[in-house]
């Protein structure tokens, strides 16, 4: 019973977390990595690690997340520094912000990624408009 409230209330803070995606503002990409160090701290008490990312990989808002890197176009590694975490057992959950385009995507990684130089520790986000790569905002969250 405990377990599943514990589920409950993950899925609840993920819904919360991608809600807050629609105050992402996309900007001008740069590909530059972001640390989340000057962005507030994401208060998301059942997660083990949250990130809020504009379009450019800027970190908006994050609680155990080391920095978001755009690599290309559409293409962001986020690096979790939550103990324990591994991207090949971990289940990570992927939001976009809001949009006004109807045709877009997002997906993520469950495995070791080259563009995220296959760091365990590292989840690569794609984002996708009109069925091509795109920058767009999103959300991940680690429960």
Known sequence: MISIKR?????????A????????????????TRAPSAAPVAVAPYARAAVLADAT??????KG????????????????????FDVRTAVPQVSLGI????????GVSRTLQPACK???????VRT????AVNDEPFSLTIA
């Not at 589920?7 to 819904?15: N, P, Y």
């Not at 977390?17 to 530059?32: E, F, M, N, Q, V």
């Not at 990989?57 to 994050?62: D, I, L, N, T």
């Not at 996708?128 to 069925?131: D, F």
Request: hydrophobic share 45%; with cysteine.
């Open 57 to 62: 990989g800027k970190v908006v808002r994050a």
């Open 99 to 106: 949009t006004t385009a109807l045709n877009v995507g997002i």
């Open 128 to 131: 996708i408009r009109a069925n």
């Open 7 to 15: 589920t409950h209330i993950a899925v609840a803070a993920s819904v």
């Open 65 to 84: 997340v080391t920095s978001v890197t755009r690599v290309s176009k559409g293409r962001y590694c986020v690096k979790v520094s939550a103990s324990g």
């Open 118 to 124: 296959n760091d365990p520790k590292s989840v690569l």
């Open 17 to 32: 977390l991608a809600l807050a995606a629609g105050g992402a503002i996309a900007t001008a990409a740069t590909g530059d």
